[in-house]
């Protein structure tokens, strides 16, 4: 488990992302406008102060890297230009990477079942989307009903759609930072 000051935090974190965290004047307009920060644990500039103070483990250990619903309002209105949406991102990157259990177990298993159906199909579709999150979050027979209703009604189709060129989908997962981590 990590411990502790981590002063390479922000240096591995810039490196990833590509942005200046220690830019960041804690204006708190992130914070002010993040439309989810009612349920997170820290807020968006705490996140940027903790990255310059190498607050890893309580970082990687947050559910406000999972509970970011990455909608840029935080980077839209950041007066430096920081992507904090971005910043959200390298350390959930950084929390699979290093094997931290994630703080909102259900919304990593979301993510991941998410991104393994866009790396499968070529573009996200409901039926992969589901029945890996639902296998992911062992939560297989909520939601059942609705399902079957949803089937019926021709809400969701029973097989996926896929694009053209599934390897060309495939290669761009291999060629980012993200594709090994899938």
Known sequence: MITGLNAGLEKRLEADTGQKVRSCYQCKKC??????AFAMDLLPHEVMRMVVYGQEARLLGSSTIW???SCETCSTRCPNEIDIAGVMDGLRRMAVDEG???AEPEIAAFHKSFLAG???AGKTNEPVLIGAYKALSRRVFDDLGLGA???AKRKIKLLPRTVKDRRA????FRGSK???RM
């Open 169 to 172: 989908v495939r290669r761009i």
């Open 100 to 102: 931290v259990i994630p």
């Open 178 to 180: 993200g594709g090994a």
């Open 67 to 69: 509970l970011c619903a």
């Open 31 to 36: 914070s002010a406008g993040c439309p989810v």
């Open 118 to 120: 866009i790396k499968l």
């Open 149 to 151: 209703v949803m089937l």
